[in-house]
């Protein structure tokens, strides 16, 4: 069973805080990993990618990458209004070498607070 | 600028009735994707196509057809052996298949009255 697990949220912070979104995923195997952001209304955006262990940061976005425990996270630092929007986790899971094996979770809403 | 173009971004249809829905690029990407977004749900994939005159079903193929004659195009045709096709169609492409890397058009959102 392939499966990407995300809290729906809403998860509320403050202006300036920072945000901690998770992701856990079914299969071990599982390679590379990304973090889309829409916003309402409008289509998925590519924010973060990581194939490694450990953390990627990208401005005040950092990804964090534990395959041993499989989850990955995203922390948005000095969250900022324009943040408002829902985070979709991607998981690449290559089963027997097939293309088309990217599974979504349904995202966790983020609402920040001014 | 390149870019994904899909439309229309807002379709209304009659059961019982096909409809396509377009999807152009100009990114000159290998590989693109139809996904359906459902209120509350994770995209899932429709149909993908990894290069011109191929193409392979997704988890949820059933009451949908494609094409891709040309490297530029992937439309997509919501038949009416879809039961349930009022839903977000996104349309993405990527530089090869495999890659989670997507670029996304703007969406066509098609209802069934």
């Known amino acids: 069973q392939k499966e990407v697990e995300q809290n729906s949220g809403p998860l509320s912070v403050p202006e300036g805080a920072i945000a901690s979104l998770n992701c856990t995923y079914s299969?071990?195997?599982?390679?590379?990993f990304f973090w889309y952001r829409q916003y309402s209304g409008k289509s998925p955006e590519l924010i973060m990618s990581?194939?490694?262990?450990g953390d990627k940061e990208d401005g005040r976005f950092t990804a964090q990458l534990n395959k041993a425990s499989q989850y990955v996270s995203l922390l948005i630092r000095d969250s900022q209004p324009s943040d408002s929007a829902t985070y979709l986790c991607?998981?690449?899971?290559?089963?027997?070498?097939?293309?088309?094996?990217?599974?979504f979770g349904k995202g966790t809403k983020l609402s920040v607070k001014p | 600028d390149g870019g994904i173009t899909q439309s229309p971004k807002y379709l209304f249809r009659k059961e019982g009735q096909n409809v396509t829905l377009s999807c152009e690029q100009n990114?000159?990407?290998?590989?693109m994707y139809w996904y359906r977004q459902d209120p509350g749900q994770g995209l899932r994939l429709i149909y993908y196509?990894?290069?011109?005159?191929?193409?392979q079903k997704g988890d949820i193929a059933e009451g949908y057809s494609v094409s891709r004659e040309k490297k530029e195009s992937f439309p997509l045709t919501v038949t009416s052996a879809q039961k349930n096709p009022t839903a977000f169609y996104l349309c993405?492409?990527?530089?090869?298949?495999?890659?989670?890397?997507?670029?996304f058009g703007e969406g066509s959102r098609l209802t069934v009255l």
């Open positions: 993405a492409s990527s530089p090869w298949a495999g890659t989670g890397e997507l670029f």
């Open positions: 299969d071990r195997g599982s390679q590379s």
């Open positions: 990581i194939y490694s262990n």
């Open positions: 991607a998981v690449n899971m290559n089963y027997g070498g097939s293309q088309g094996n990217l599974i």
């Open positions: 990114l000159n990407h290998d590989a």
């Open positions: 196509s990894q290069i011109v005159n191929d193409f």
